[in-house]
């Protein structure tokens, strides 16, 4: 069974900083690209990273770009984001998402986490 | 603000069909494929159509998705209390380079 378990969400000040992680379990880790989605309270869904099997390929959302990094170990089958700089509408939950290739992605999502909420407030 | 566009509700008695449409342009939808997800109330998202009209294991033969220039609708069929849900269109936007969701939109069976 595919199991995508989000952690290290939390209340940080603006400008400040956190990282999330997200443990992969029931499947190859390694030979598929990964996402992270994001859901500010009561709005649509934002994809907001990605990155490809090997971590050749990682593409970025406009509204994160420069502020967040994305990366993944294949030794222990988990995937990270490293938030700095955080605003307000940066609040939301993140959701930790399968990609169903390798490379080239994403293309769309076929596994979904159950979150971690990241609240941004002063 | 979303480049897709989707009706912010829809509404059906049990047994009706209801179709969602989704609009776009021809950095997204016109030339990439589009997926639909539904999201149940407090629970995350999940995969209901991949690849314009294709449906992954376990999802049932009521959801049936169609593309045709930069529209997209999503089709469900014998309406169900449990279709109750946010229902997002997807897809790969070619000027933003981004994978874009929807609006949502939301169904109620009535």
């Known amino acids: 069974e595919v199991k995508l378990v989000e952690s290290g969400g939390g209340l940080v000040q603006p400008g400040g900083s956190l990282r999330v992680s997200c443990a992969a379990s029931g499947f190859p880790f390694r030979l598929y690209g990964m996402n992270w989605v994001r859901q500010a309270p009561g709005k649509a869904l934002e994809w907001v990273s990605y990155i490809s099997s090997l971590g050749s390929s990682i593409k970025y959302a406009d509204s994160v770009k420069g502020r967040f990094t994305v990366s993944r170990d294949d030794g222990d089958n988990s995937l990270h984001l490293q938030m700095n700089s955080l605003r307000d509408e940066d609040t939301a939950l993140y959701y930790c998402?399968?990609?169903?290739?390798?490379?080239?992605?994403?293309?769309?999502?076929?596994?979904w986490g159950r979150g971690t909420l990241v609240s941004v407030s002063s | 603000q979303s480049v897709l566009t989707q009706p912010p509700s829809a509404s059906g008695t049990p047994g009706q069909r209801v179709t969602i449409s989704c609009s776009g342009s021809t950095s997204n939808i016109g030339n990439n494929n589009v997926d639909w997800y539904r999201q149940l109330p407090r629970t995350a998202p999940n995969l209901l159509i991949y690849t314009n009209h294709q449906r992954p294991s376990g999802v049932p033969d009521r959801f049936s998705g169609s593309k045709s220039g930069t529209s997209a609708s999503l089709a469900i069929s014998g309406l169900q209390s449990e279709d109750e849900a946010e229902y997002y269109c997807a897809a790969w936007d070619d000027s933003l380079s981004a994978y874009v969701f929807g609006t949502g939109t939301k169904v109620t069976v009535l």
């Open positions: 998402v399968r990609d169903p290739y390798q490379d080239g992605g994403p293309y769309y999502f076929d596994y």
